[in-house]
C-alpha cells in the first residue's frame, strides 16, 4: 500500500534515522517493521487481518477526523489516516505518539 509523511521529521526518521534518538530503539525498530508491513499491504484491509498490528480506529474527535493508529509496543503507536488520491487509497501516517 502506498503511504506517505506527514512531516519532515518522519520522513527523516525513515530515510536515514534522523531523529531515531528521540525514540526508544525498540521504537524505532517496529516503526521500519510496520512500514514493511504496510507497504507490502495490498489495502487497509490486509493491515486488519493482521491481529498483531492493532490497526484500530481512535475514538472521539480523533476517530471522527478518521485517525487510526497502529501499535509499535505496548506504549508507541504510529498514528495514521486513510486518504485517496487519483492513485486510488493511501495512508497518511501522522506521528509516532507515546500513549502514557
Given at each position: 500500500?502506498?503511504?506517505?509523511?506527514?512531516?519532515?521529521?518522519?520522513?527523516?526518521?525513515?530515510?536515514?534515522?534522523?531523529?531515531?534518538?528521540?525514540?526508544?530503539?525498540e521504537?524505532?525498530?517496529?516503526?521500519?517493521?510496520?512500514?514493511?508491513?504496510?507497504?507490502?499491504a495490498?489495502?487497509?484491509?490486509?493491515?486488519?487481518?493482521?491481529?498483531?498490528?492493532?490497526?484500530?480506529?481512535?475514538?472521539?474527535?480523533?476517530?471522527?477526523?478518521?485517525?487510526?493508529?497502529?501499535r509499535?509496543?505496548?506504549?508507541?503507536?504510529?498514528?495514521?489516516?486513510?486518504?485517496?488520491?487519483?492513485?486510488g487509497?493511501?495512508?497518511r501516517?501522522?506521528?509516532?505518539?507515546?500513549?502514557?
Amino acid at each position: 500500500m502506498r503511504f506517505i509523511f506527514a512531516s519532515k521529521k518522519l520522513q527523516a526518521l525513515y530515510n536515514d534515522e534522523s531523529g531515531a534518538a528521540r525514540y526508544p530503539p525498540e521504537v524505532v525498530e517496529a516503526f521500519f517493521d510496520k512500514i514493511a508491513v504496510i507497504a507490502a499491504a495490498r489495502d487497509e484491509n490486509d493491515l486488519r487481518v493482521l491481529k498483531s498490528l492493532h490497526f484500530e480506529k481512535l475514538k472521539g474527535e480523533r476517530g471522527n477526523r478518521g485517525e487510526r493508529s497502529i501499535r509499535l509496543n505496548r506504549q508507541f503507536r504510529l498514528i495514521l489516516t486513510i486518504e485517496t488520491d487519483e492513485q486510488g487509497k493511501l495512508l497518511r501516517i501522522l506521528d509516532i505518539e507515546d500513549y502514557h
